[in-house]
T-cell receptor, first 115, second 115 residues
């Protein structure tokens, strides 16, 4: 079992729709969770972080965390063509010496927003 | 200083040559990470510095790889006797010193091609 699992996609949604991206993780002691957006050929860009169960909203983005189910998701409302990218789920493994953020990434979900 | 800076952005080298990459983190960040990303995969953790101390190294970091952060500011990653399998995007990230659940921000990456 992979430590962080994502459906590779592509996930295609029409412009203006809600895109739902999902991620599961295997390490129950994981403490913090991040969503990064990565355009082709570019580096990952942090878009959301979430640390406690429930929802966290930031503009058109909502991150949802359910630690009991070991599940984290990202909702993108009013999807735009510029949202077309690969979305990487990252999980913090807390046992790194001296604190810090040793992230384990999924393989990413490719999102395509169609006109 | 608006973000993590990496140099060079691209490097093409012949197999067997040594290469060195540089990373300048966000100025107030004392934590610095190196990751490697290959096509279709998420970034994989290589090593972590807190100030000048290298606190953790992945098993991915073979003895051909060495990383330094001599004054707790910029860091270098050297690969000796490069192999074609070293071709990847090498990503540097930094995070601030508060606790372990902190956001990590990536630089633009250095794309290495070994021919």
């Amino acid at each position: 079992q992979k430590e962080v699992e994502q459906n590779s996609g592509p996930l295609s949604v029409p412009e203006g729709a809600i895109a739902s991206l999902n991620c599961t993780y295997s390490d129950r002691v994981s403490q913090s969770f991040f969503w990064y957006r990565q355009y082709s050929g570019k580096s990952p860009e942090l878009i959301m972080s979430i640390y406690s169960n429930g929802d966290k909203e930031d503009g058109r983005f909502t991150a949802q965390l359910n630690k009991a189910s070991q599940y984290v998701s990202l909702l993108i409302r009013d999807s735009q063509p510029s949202d077309s990218a690969t979305y990487l789920c990252a999980v913090n493994r807390p046992r790194i010496t001296g604190g810090g953020n040793k992230l384990t990434f999924g393989t990413g979900t490719q999102l395509k927003v169609e006109l | 200083d608006t973000g993590v800076s990496q140099d060079p952005r691209h490097k093409i080298t012949k197999r067997g040559q040594n290469v060195t990459f540089r990373c300048d983190p966000i100025s107030e960040h004392n934590r610095l990470y190196w990751y490697r990303q290959t096509l279709g995969q998420g970034p994989e953790f290589l090593t972590y510095f807190q100030n000048e101390a290298q606190l953790e190294k992945s098993r991915l970091l073979s003895d051909r790889f060495s990383a330094e952060r001599p004054k707790g500011s910029f860091s270098t990653l050297e690969i000796q006797r490069t192999e074609q399998g070293d071709s990847a995007m090498y990503l540097c990230a930094s995070s601030p010193p508060q606790g372990s659940n902190t956001e990590a921000f990536f630089g633009q990456g250095t794309r290495l091609t070994v021919v």
